[in-house]
């Protein structure tokens, strides 16, 4: 059974920085995504990569502060967030795909203090 495992949320202050990562207990998928939910909305995209080609895309709104990344140690991805914003507080969510089949992780959350 795949396991997708998120870690390293937690508290930071507004322009400080969290490293999230997603830990994957089977082979690799084809894609990965974080995702993020805060109380009373819709889970939206954040940054995404293809595991074979490396080719990433993210939300606007994180362009040029998040880096997703391979992290082949544990078959899973990184997700490093830079000058963090308050609007950026949400649990954090790993999401991994191969064709119609997909996996989420529990989720970790991230609160950004202004």
């Known amino acids: 059974q795949v396991q997708l495992v998120e870690s390293g949320g937690g508290l930071v202050q507004a322009g400080g920085s969290l490293r999230l990562s997603c830990a994957n207990s089977?082979?690799?998928?084809?894609?990965y995504g974080w995702f993020r939910q805060t109380t009373g909305k819709d889970r939206e995209f954040v940054a995404g990569?293809?595991?074979?080609?490396?080719?990433?895309n993210y939300r606007n709104s994180v362009k040029g502060r998040f880096t997703i990344s391979r992290d082949n140690a544990k078959n899973g991805v990184w997700l490093q967030m830079d000058s963090l914003k308050p609007e950026d507080t949400a649990v954090y969510y790993c999401?991994?795909?191969?064709?119609?089949?997909?996996?989420w992780g529990q989720g970790t959350q991230v609160f950004v203090s202004s």
């Open positions: 999401k991994a795909a191969w064709g119609k089949a997909e996996h």
């Open positions: 089977g082979r690799p998928f084809s894609m």
């Open positions: 990569i293809s595991w074979s080609s490396g080719s990433t």
